[in-house]
DNA sequence: CGAATAGTTCAAAATATTTTGAACTATTTC
DNA sequence: GAAATAGTTCAAAATATTTTGAACTATTCG
């Protein structure tokens, strides 16, 4: 059976297990900093609707960092998450 | 637009993204050594048909190396493609 | 104020993944 | 050779994920 820390795992590798979401992310790798959901969106070539539900998954896994200033919302990758759930996933299996 | 090595990326990360074959993977990794399909089925709880799709979903996505040796199926995790897709995700993007 | 912009929410439809059981192949054991 | 064992294949059913459009909130601009 599975404990607490195995679920963020999944919910962490299923978020990255998406063509939209690997592109976004790839987006925010080479943005440096904390970029608008729209800007990402226009980028990649989503809709609107599509992204608010890909930005909200990513975030639930904690890949992403996000602000909402007034109209928009500021998204960053949280590296954090990758180096501890991502990098260190063998060593910690 | 993604190329073909994300699509390989997107694949292993489906694969990582289940609870039943995250099992199959501790147990594995646990074992240090090649072990059958129906070992790791049992201790894991899951039926000789879904353990047989679950092993070659992991076997396609090049996490699992399988050796057929008659009846039986020998198993063991594929350490390369953990370090090439896993553990240097993050700097590959 | 009215229109435009940025993003969210909701429910339905479309797709993709997983589980199941029955029937199957190949090998081993009695 | 018959029965048991290890695993595979197939199609159907069950579940889960993703996309879509319409309606919405909040903010900004003229």
Same mark, same amino acid.
């Given at each position: 059976?599975?404990?607490?820390?195995? !679920?963020?795992?999944?919910? *962490?590798?299923?978020?990255?297990?998406?063509?939209?979401?690997?592109?976004?992310?790839?987006?925010?790798?080479?943005?440096?900093?904390?970029?608008?959901?729209?800007?990402?969106?226009?980028?990649?070539? *989503?809709? !609107?609707?599509?992204?608010?539900?890909?930005?909200?998954?990513?975030?639930?896994?904690?890949?992403?960092?996000?602000?909402?200033?007034?109209?928009?919302?500021?998204?960053?990758?949280?590296?954090?998450?990758?180096?501890?759930?991502?990098?260190?996933?063998?060593?910690?299996?």
């Amino acid at each position: 059976m599975l404990n607490e820390e195995n !679920k963020n795992q999944i919910a *962490i590798f299923k978020a990255l297990a998406d063509p939209v979401r690997l592109e976004i992310i790839k987006y925010l790798k080479e943005a440096k900093e904390e970029v608008t959901c729209g800007e990402v969106g226009k980028a990649t070539n *989503i809709s !609107k609707t599509s992204g608010s539900y890909h930005f909200k998954l990513l975030q639930s896994a904690g890949l992403i960092n996000a602000r909402k200033d007034a109209r928009e919302k500021y998204v960053s990758l949280n590296k954090s998450t990758f180096d501890e759930y991502i990098t260190n996933f063998y060593e910690n299996i």
